[in-house]
């Protein structure tokens, strides 16, 4: 039976009153719920590659431009692995909100390179193994590269906004508070350092040495 299951997420943007070009605040609200909704269906397909993902918006509220937003995530039967009992629904929601918000969080440190970002990826991989997500889904580790851009996303929405006014993603009794502060990732860079690492793992050394001949006579091999 294919399973939905639902989920509330708040994002808050604080502005002084009487701002100017207010069409500025709502551009980047709009790209901030993008890409949030974006990472948010990147760590949902380490459970199911084809995990159907919507998002409605429920209400705002006045004063602080506050978006209340429900999420749907279907979950495909098949990609479940036959293991019973199967994780309550409430497993795999904390498993992508804890997900979230330390991605969330990674945004407020000062780098971000290559190293930073596997750190990041393997606290994931350690939320979703403390869920078990990995032990009744065809689970598969988040990649570097698709949360360095979604993270980009995020940074790129943020840096819009003016001193004074933030973003404040809500979810699951936690939240992550963003400004305008938010670092930029060079994604070419992680692509290059990517690259260097696979090639740095693939490589195969070749060596030429000396194999003894007992009848007086030595030739090289490999």
Not at 12 to 24: A, C, N
Not at 44 to 62: G, H, M, T
Not at 148 to 155: P, T
């Amino acid at each position: 039976m294919v399973e939905i299951i639902q989920d509330k997420l708040d994002i808050r943007l604080d502005f002084d009153p009487d701002v100017e070009d207010p069409s500025r605040l709502f551009r980047a609200f709009a790209e901030i719920i993008d890409s949030v909704n974006s990472l948010d269906l990147q760590i949902a397909r380490s459970i199911d590659p084809n995990v159907e993902n919507k998002l409605f918006l429920k209400d705002i509220e006045k004063g602080s431009l506050i978006a209340k937003l429900e999420k749907w995530i279907t979950l495909d039967p098949s990609n479940e692995l036959k293991i019973t009992p199967l994780p309550e629904s409430n497993d795999v929601r904390e498993y992508l909100n804890e997900s979230r918000q330390v991605s969330l969080k990674s945004l407020n440190s000062d780098s971000q390179d290559l190293e930073s970002l596997e750190r990041l990826t393997a606290k994931i991989d350690d939320i979703a193994k403390s869920k078990n997500i990995d032990k009744y889904f065809n689970y598969k580790k988040v990649e570097v590269l698709p949360v360095a851009e979604n993270l980009n996303k995020i940074s790129h929405a943020s840096n819009k906004l003016a001193d004074k006014e933030t973003f404040d993603i809500i979810s699951n009794h936690d939240s992550t508070e963003l400004n305008n502060t938010s670092p930029k990732i060079n994604i070419e860079d992680i692509k290059t350092a990517l690259t260097s690492e696979v090639i740095e793992n693939t490589t195969t050394e070749v060596y030429k040495i000396k194999k003894p001949d007992f009848l007086g006579e030595s030739r090289a091999c490999s």
